[in-house]
């Protein structure tokens, strides 16, 4: 049974810092697409970034609201795709979800709990 679980969300001033992880267990970890969704209240659910498999060489995508500020990235090893978020925005405010799947384009097949990250202004 796959399992994704989100760590590392929490409160923050606008301007700072947080990482977020995303362990998995379940899946053949290497041979998926991994990405970083987030949803605020009311509002749908937003693609933030991905990182394609291994073996499709891990390149990356970033929507164009965190571009410059977030970092995906994973580590084979440890099961775990991370998302660095460096200068935050109030706006950046949402539960953030970690999905993994297939496609790289939209990995969302396997989803976390989610973690809730609030930036204050």
């Known amino acids: 049974q796959v399992q994704l679980v989100e760590s590392g969300g929490g409160l923050v001033q606008a301007g700072g810092s947080l990482r977020l992880s995303c362990a998995a267990s379940?899946?053949?970890?290497?041979?998926?697409?991994l990405g970083w969704y987030r949803q605020a209240p009311g509002k749908d659910r937003d693609l933030v970034a991905t990182i394609s498999s291994s073996s499709s060489g891990t390149s990356t995508y970033y929507a164009d609201s965190v571009k410059g500020r977030f970092t995906i990235s994973r580590d084979n090893a440890k099961n775990t795709v991370y998302l660095q978020m460096n200068s935050l925005k109030p706006e950046d405010t949402s539960v953030y979800y970690c999905?993994?799947?297939?496609?790289?384009?939209?990995?969302?097949?396997?989803w976390g709990q989610g973690t809730q990250v609030t930036v204050s202004s």
């Open positions: 379940g899946l053949a970890f290497g041979s998926y697409a």
């Open positions: 999905a993994a799947g297939f496609s790289t384009a939209n990995p969302g097949r396997y």
